[in-house]
């Protein structure tokens, strides 16, 4: 089977997030979480190494689950994986399909091999974004409902100032 790749920039990664790895485990053997960098997102909360880190704190209760990082085109980065690769992408509203449609459309255009699969938010997380997270935290609100418990406090420390 095919591995997935799910691109994202995971700043700071949700639940959401979470919820979409765990699915995407149980329907392939293989799954690369891609921390890459967002061209529309320019003072990110955390360094990609950071981001790195959390990720890989939250994920390692599942075996097929690796996190990595890419600085290039996501199609590009597919083309390494001499077996095949298909991007995972979580999709929480008609407005996520529109864009997320349009960068399948393009990655397909870029790789021609390369297929997109989207992954419906589940109903409770379909309002939940890093920004989201972000702007709770930059309140104190509680983070429980909204990121995993192994980094609130990362993400409580970093929204104060606060190196973690």
């Known amino acids: 089977m095919k591995t997935a790749i799910y691109p994202g920039s995971f700043d700071p990664i949700t639940l959401g997030h979470l919820n979409i790895i765990r699915r995407a485990s149980g329907i392939f053997e293989r799954v690369v979480v891609c921390i890459m960098k967002n061209a529309g997102k320019h003072s990110p909360m955390f360094t990609r190494e950071e981001r790195v880190e959390m990720a890989r704190l939250v994920t390692q209760r599942y075996p097929n689950v690796e996190v990595t990082t890419f600085d290039g085109l996501i199609a590009e980065y597919a083309r390494t994986f001499p077996e095949g690769a298909v991007i995972v992408k979580g999709l929480r509203a008609n407005t996520d399909f529109e864009n997320e449609f349009q960068m399948a459309l393009i990655n397909k255009k870029i790789n021609p091999d390369l297929d997109t699969m989207f992954l ?45």
């Open 120 to 164: 419906t938010a589940t109903q409770k997380y379909t309002f939940l974004s890093s920004s989201v997270v972000k702007e709770l935290a930059s309140y104190g609100a509680d983070l429980s409902p909204f990121v995993p418990c192994e980094i609130i406090d990362d993400v409580m420390q970093r929204a104060a100032g606060n190196n973690p």
